[in-house]
């Protein structure tokens, strides 16, 4: 049967691919369904041909899964934040855990390794500690608000449809963070349609709203509001500040991040503090961490204290190893393993990434932590440090070949090896097979209900 673009089809689903699709097969070829899980009868439309596989969107679900349930979001269909809310969790974790395995035998090449059961979230609602909320000039409209009465279009604020930049879905709340956050949201979104100020275009880049980005310390149960806007308008701002407040004592501070870049980033070019302070603390373990609108940290709080976790697990550390931690970011690993290690060094590329953990490091009494700032792929090469534990926990594009060389080079005895892509940790740990062997590897789930999956793998100087 040749497929082609715009057809459809009648597929049942009998595995699931990364990414939140469902599989088919159709006389022998790959069909990646969106919409689709394991189970499924469905009709969907072809919409990319490719020559060894397609891929294509249900249209319909004929015979529904036994694991599919009811999604509790009105948005769930249309939004691209998760995809696998009509997917009974508990499957969830068991395909993210079969996806890690997959990419690392088959993309990797990679086998002989101790897989562990995959560990599920604590939380599987209200679990991020932050969310962007973006401002726009015109409406996605849904399917049943189309034709005469419907909603407004000329303003939005909510989240992105998938694979665009200009359209925003208007939501009231999002499930994935906690009802106050919903309730702060619902009163900015009222302040800022009184502020008589218009929303940013996507396409003309001209008007004020850009964003509003709420962050929750879990430790302390406060909020951080943050105001991304194209210009200054303080007047408006401190006492839309004062209100918001006023109405929510649960939030510490609201701060104003102005940005006149086009591009459709929640970071300004300056902040202006506007009420209460300009910082949360949040604490993963024992430790302590200051929290600013811009800073890095871990979204998911608690599920990242049992990542942490298995990072010492399996580092198993006595008290006097050199460990050397690579994109250390705001040194949450190094601090973390301080107390265990002899030593930590840090090797981060971001400036204010390095400054806020020698900060956190001070905050945290610890003394035995030092950081480098500089391109990975400059500083390997020279180090004068030879770590007993490497642990590298690269972006989600993975490392540089010539940092998985330097890696090599070292060779350090033990590396702990911390991914949240598992097809580029699949690529990265093929290049570094010849030096070392994988021992044991565990997925984790850090983000339910998303096809996110993160991984740690422990590996062995051969």
């Known amino acids: 049967m040749s497929l082609k673009k715009k057809q459809i089809l009648e597929l049942a689903i009998e595995g699931a691919a990364f990414g939140a699709l469902g599989v088919a097969r159709v006389d022998g070829m790959a069909v990646f369904v969106e919409g689709a899980v394991p189970g499924d009868v469905v009709s969907a439309v072809v919409i990319k041909k490719k ?11 004929l015979t529904p899964s036994p694991d599919r349930v009811e999604p509790p979001c009105p948005w769930s269909r249309w939004c691209g934040g998760c995809k696998w809310q009509f997917l009974d969790y ?48 015109r ?71 850009r964003f509003v980005v709420i962050r929750r310390s879990v430790a302390e149960d406060r909020y951080l509001v943050n105001l991304v806007t194209a210009w200054e308008e303080t007047p408006v701002l401190f006492s839309m500040a004062e209100k918001i407040m006023e109405a929510h ?16 980033v929640a ?19 024992p430790f302590r961490f200051t929290v600013s609108a811009n800073s890095f940290f871990q979204t998911n ?28 970011g705001t040194g949450t690993i190094p601090i973390w393993l301080s107390a265990d290690a002899g030593e930590v060094l840090g090797v981060e590329l971001v400036e204010s990434a390095v400054k ?24 390997l090469p020279s180090l004068d440090f030879t770590p007993d534990v490497l642990v590298a926990d690269p972006p989600r594009s993975g490392m540089h070949p010539k940092v998985v060389a330097a890696i090599n080079n070292l060779a350090a005895p033990k590396v702990v090896f911390v991914s949240c ?11 570094m097979s010849d030096t070392y062997r994988i021992k044991t590897v565990q997925p984790l789930d850090m983000f339910p209900h998303t096809h996110h999956v993160e991984m740690v793998a422990l590996l062995e100087k051969r």
């Open 90 to 137: 508990e499957k969830q974790v068991r395909y993210k855990a079969a996806q890690v395995a997959e990419s690392l035998e088959r993309i990797g090449g990679l086998s002989g390794f101790d897989m562990l059961p995959p560990i599920p979230a604590p939380e599987i609602w209200g679990y991020r500690n932050k969310m962007e909320f973006s401002c726009a000039d």
């Open 51 to 61: 020559k060894a596989w397609a891929r294509a969107r249900t249209l319909e679900v």
């Open 421 to 431: 892509n598992p097809a580029t940790a699949a690529r990265d740990l093929a290049l």
């Open 267 to 285: 970071v300004g070019d300056y902040e202006i503090p506007l009420a209460g302070s300009p910082t949360l603390v949040d604490a993963i373990g």
């Open 356 to 379: 806020d953990a020698v900060e956190n490091c001070v905050q945290n009494g610890v003394d035995n932590c030092k950081f480098l700032l500089g391109d990975i792929r400059d500083v």
């Open 301 to 328: 709080t608690r599920q990242a204290e049992t990542l942490y976790g298995v990072v010492s697990d399996f580092a198993a550390l006595t008290g006097s190893e050199r460990v050397l931690d690579l994109y250390s």
């Open 139 to 209: 409406r996605w409209l849904l399917p049943e608000e189309l034709g005469e009465g419907g909603p407004p279009k000329e303003f939005a604020l909510g989240l992105h449809v998938p694979g665009t930049f200009d359209k925003v879905l208007d939501i009231s709340r999002c499930l994935l963070q906690t009802e106050e956050a919903n309730a702060i949201l619902a009163t900015v979104r009222e302040r800022v349609l009184a502020s008589g100020l218009p929303a940013y275009g996507l396409r003309t880049h001209e008007g004020f709203w």
């Open 249 to 264: 004592p649960s939030i510490a501070g609201v701060v104003n991040n102005v940005s006149a870049k086009k591009s459709g």
